[in-house]
């Protein structure tokens, strides 16, 4: 088993390094010559370099797969491991789609980010095994009024806090907006035939919005929140993934 993890880091190190690449010798004739290519780095399928896809299947046999964007994979696992979910990490949102776009055993877990409603119900129609967070991304679940509430019980004043970010929300908000059409255009689905139909409106009216259930779907915690207000508790994000709310938020997503 040693063996096995150590081939997978090795892996796992060359598909995350920009000086790294992964080159497969396996079914190669070297009695005459041959044209070596890189393998593709942003596809998870570049493990069964290391390791066969039937060994990591028989491995992993009581888990359910699930790929992540960024460095939140750690957390998730701490969330909900022992629920038999293994999370694994992906760079971004693009590279967890082409990750089970043809892999129907792997699950996804992509952030919202500036998607609809009826675009997210288009992608899961088509992709099932895709499944979208209800917030704009994995920040929003951790610094939720609610899960923070949770995670401090009497010690918070929630509603302060709910004030705060609103406050932070307007302060950002001719920059958000300025934003939004570009982002979109960068999102993977949109180029495997979801429609992309460009009326920005509802985004607008809802983060516009001083209603939290409004604009808090569409509020990029992670890149427009100053968390200087929850300093003073010391609050770390393992503490914030293991509370009763955040972890039913997520599974239910993943059930979905």
Known sequence: MPVIYSCLGFIDYARKSDEAVIIDFDNLDFDIPQVIEPEQKDNLDVYEVAIPKEIISAILADKKLVVTENKNSALFNLALGEKSYLFLPANNNREVFL???????????????YLKDNEITAIRE?????????????????????????????????EVYIAEIT?????????????????????????????NDVVLDAFLKALKSNDLDSFYPFYNMKEYFDKTTLSKYNLQSKDLVVTKWFRDQIEAVLKS
């Open 99 to 113: 990750t089970i776009k043809d892999n129907k055993l792997i699950s996804g877990l992509r952030d919202r980010d």
């Open 126 to 158: 088509k992709y099932p095994n895709l499944k979208i967070l209800g917030y704009y991304t994995f920040e929003n679940y951790l610094y939720h009024p609610d899960n923070v509430a949770e995670a401090l019980k009497e010690k918070f004043e929630k």
């Open 167 to 195: 406050r932070q929300k307007n302060l950002h908000y001719d920059t958000i907006i300025s934003k939004i059409a570009l982002a979109r255009q960068t999102y993977v689905e949109f180029k495997e035939g979801i429609t």
